[in-house]
């Protein structure tokens, strides 16, 4: 299977930062990659699909970027309701998805 | 307004057997495949299960290979999750997701979840 590692596994950030958080694949998965957002209680909601790909309704805030194994999703300006665990998740391999570990974005 | 909504957790022995169901609407069912996705008590997301749009094609994580099966009746909008041979590692919160395509991958709509519970 494709193994996805995060880093960081936390960050801690103050309104109004620029949070980078990246995800590597374990082996080339082209653009095969979404980025998810979690918070405390609720279903993860997608926010980046195809790498780069911004899904209707997500803000332009959010952006993802990458190719091969290396991916990044970037909040340009955080904001207060973007306090959550972001996990990244390959689709290269549809016998087998993951996901990433997770980064949990906290108040600095 | 897409709709999922998970039933069937509970709390069962090690062993046991268990059919979790998702009640799907909004959208036209059997254009989509159709996820399950666990996540155990504060960990990560967790892929279990893929079925096509017409069900004749079904994948699933190495974990539960050989003891869980993924069904749909598209005539119901309905998906379905039967669990066997439970073992305590399958305690989670059971996630019905729907596909962003065909079969592109993406989860792009989630329902609440639904708790199992593998448990003496």
């Known amino acids: 299977d494709i193994q996805m590692t995060q880093s960081p596994s936390s960050v801690s950030a103050s309104v109004g930062d620029r949070v980078t958080i990246t995800c590597r694949a374990s082996?080339?998965?082209?653009?095969?990659l979404a980025w998810y957002q979690q918070k405390p209680g609720k279903a993860p909601k997608l926010l980046i699909y195809?790498?780069?790909s911004l899904q209707s309704g997500v803000p332009s805030r959010f952006s993802g970027s990458g190719s091969g194994t290396d991916f990044t999703l970037t909040i340009s300006s955080l904001q207060p309701e973007d306090f959550a665990t972001y996990y990244c998740q390959q689709a290269n391999s549809f016998r087998a998805l993951t996901f990433g570990g997770g980064t949990k974005v906290e108040i600095k | 307004e897409v709709q999922l909504v998970e039933s069937g957790g509970v709390v069962v022995q090690p062993g046991g057997s268990l059919r979790l169901s998702c009640a799907a609407s909004g959208f036209t069912f059997d254009d989509y495949a159709m996820h399950w996705v666990r996540q155990a008590p504060g960990k990560g997301l967790e892929w279990v299960s893929l079925?096509?749009?017409?069900?004749?094609?079904?994948y699933y994580a190495d974990s539960v290979k050989g003891r869980f099966t993924i069904s749909r009746d598209n005539s119901k909008n309905s998906l379905y999750l039967q669990m066997n041979s439970l073992r305590a590692e399958d305690t989670a919160l059971y996630y019905c997701a729907k596909d962003i395509g065909s079969s592109w991958n993406y989860f792009d709509y989630w329902g609440q979840g639904t708790l199992v519970t593998v448990s003496s």
């Open positions: 079925i096509s749009w017409d069900g004749g094609s079904t």
């Open positions: 195809a790498a780069s």
């Open positions: 082996q080339g998965i082209s653009s095969w």
